[in-house]
């Protein structure tokens, strides 16, 4: 069993900052890519942002430049700094890791962005 926890989430007003963790447990030995997704209200859900074991990342257009995602191998926790944040940035985020071939996910975290 893989289990996926996030934190981090809350209500930010425009411009502001959050960060996201999650970390990894269970039935470990390699983690290849890890990432965050979001799922606004009515939408479907979409990726932000993914980081591969070798640390290359790749993001959503919509978030180049203002958010920036990392991972700590040795704690199998990958983490998501949010700078800039709009109103549109408002979603549950969660948390992916693909493990082998299996895909795992967070319970997801809510991120408002509202004035």
């Known amino acids: 069993q893989v289990q996926l926890v996030e934190s981090g989430g809350g209500l930010v007003q425009p411009g502001g900052s959050l960060r996201l963790s999650c970390a990894a447990s269970g039935s470990i030995f390699n983690i290849n890519v890890m990432g965050w997704y979001r799922q606004a209200p009515g939408k479907q859900r979409d990726v932000v942002a993914i980081?591969?074991?070798?640390?290359?990342?790749n993001y959503a257009d919509a978030v180049k430049g203002r958010f920036t995602i990392s991972r700590d191998n040795a704690k199998n926790t990958v983490y998501l700094q949010m700078n800039s944040l709009k109103p549109e940035d408002t979603a549950v985020y969660y948390c992916?890791?693909?493990?082998?071939?299996?895909?795992?996910w967070g319970q997801g975290t809510q991120v408002t962005v509202s004035s």
């Open positions: 992916m890791a693909l493990i082998t071939t299996n895909f795992y």
């Open positions: 980081v591969n074991s070798d640390g290359s990342t």
